[in-house]
């Protein structure tokens, strides 16, 4: 097993090479397409309104190369061997979340255009993203490899089983809120993809530790795409990831976690998506108790996602970034020494 580290970490390698080389035209064909961003009303004031019309969908960059190079790596493995096939599992989720950003995307893209009355509406998208993680939590829990039904407590170094029923419930809930967690911090050139690799460069480290190559070999290639997509996505953005990426990549991260037994972890290694999410549900429960209580509109933050509240305090977009980068960079090494301990 320990030998197929090199060739996960090469593939890694020449999944950015060639997503750099594909990248270009890419975005042209975007370009001919007119897939374009659109920004919301409450941005369009602000420097975000010069991004209006740069091409999104940019995820498509990093979910095909993963899956392509993923199946490439296990598919005889999986036909001959029958091993390799817990990488089903992941792919699957980043497949279906992938799917469901794409439709999403392309809604609100033909709403823009006048050619439909609405795009996907939130509750249909949080109920098929429920659907998506509660079947793949329910196949996780019957799949035999040795973190299955379990959490292992950091420190102690103590796996512990877990009912099936609360792991499906609990795994549930940590693939669709890792997903919305990522579609939040989706909001600055770069800041998504940056934060992403750097979850996925700690989950693949674990996934070695545990000996999960199949696993790692999955992060280590989106870590790769995710880097040729940063290529094109560094300020200033040539190309949005759009929902068909975040969505995706968001809880697939969920259901690596999970498969690692490690998803304590993850609220650390993926702290910046973490006080995201958490900044928009004080932000509005905020908004809502002191509405009900004291007759008055009290918010915390400027604005959410907390990113948008840096930028309204005068940070630049590269100065916010560049300062989430490093917290996520520090996260992930302590996420992975806590592993480790």
């Known amino acids: 097993m320990e030998s197929q580290l090199p060739l996960a970490l090469s593939i890694g390698a020449v999944t950015f090479v060639l997503g750099m080389i594909w990248g270009g035209p890419f975005i042209e064909i975007l370009h001919l397409l007119k897939i374009g961003k659109q920004i919301r009303p409450e941005l369009q004031d602000s420097s975000h309104i010069n991004k209006v019309g740069t091409p999104t969908m940019g995820g498509i960059m990093i979910i095909v190369p993963a899956i392509l190079f993923s199946l490439a790596l296990n598919l005889s493995r999986i036909v001959e061997e029958g091993s390799g096939r817990s990488i089903l599992l992941p792919l699957f989720v980043l497949i279906g979340f992938a799917l469901l950003g794409?439709?999403?995307?392309?809604?609100?893209?033909?709403?823009?255009?006048?050619?439909?009355?609405?795009?996907?509406?939130?509750?249909?998208?949080?109920?098929?993203?429920?659907?998506?993680?509660?079947?793949?939590?329910?196949?996780?829990?019957?799949?035999?490899?040795?973190?299955a039904n379990s959490l292992t407590l950091p420190l102690l170094q103590v796996t512990v089983s877990v009912n099936p029923v609360i792991f499906v419930v609990i795994s549930t809930f940590i693939i669709v809120a890792s997903s919305n967690a990522t579609n939040l911090t989706d909001g600055l050139d770069g800041l998504a993809g940056i934060i992403t690799a750097s979850a996925y460069t700690a989950y693949g480290v674990i996934a070695v530790l545990q000996n999960q190559i199949f696993v790692a070999e999955l992060c280590f290639v989106v870590v790769g795409a995710c880097f040729a997509f940063l290529w094109y996505n560094a300020h200033p953005a040539q190309l949005f990831m759009g929902d068909t990426g975040s969505l995706a990549l968001g809880a697939t991260l969920g259901a690596v976690a999970v498969m690692s037994g490690q998803w304590l972890l993850l609220p650390i290694i993926a702290i910046v998506p973490v006080v995201e999410i958490l900044s928009?549900?004080?932000?509005?429960?905020?908004?809502?108790?002191?509405?009900?209580?004291?007759?008055?509109?009290?918010?915390?933050?400027?604005?959410?996602?907390?990113?948008?509240?840096?930028?309204?305090?005068?940070?630049?977009?590269?100065?916010?970034?560049?300062?989430f980068w490093l917290i996520a960079i520090l996260s992930a090494f302590v996420g992975v020494a806590l592993a480790l301990l």
Not at 103 to 129: C, H, M, P, Y
Not at 291 to 308: A, K, N, Q, S
């Open 102 to 147: 794409l439709i999403d995307d392309w809604a609100g893209i033909q709403t823009s255009r006048g050619n439909l009355g609405e795009g996907l509406s939130g509750k249909v998208k949080f109920a098929f993203q429920i659907i998506l993680a509660l079947f793949a939590s329910t196949v996780m829990s019957h799949f035999e490899f040795s973190f």
């Open 280 to 323: 928009v549900i004080i932000q509005v429960a905020s908004a809502k108790i002191t509405r009900r209580f004291y007759g008055v509109d009290w918010r915390p933050f400027l604005r959410t996602p907390i990113h948008h509240h840096f930028e309204l305090l005068g940070w630049s977009e590269m100065r916010i970034v560049q300062r």
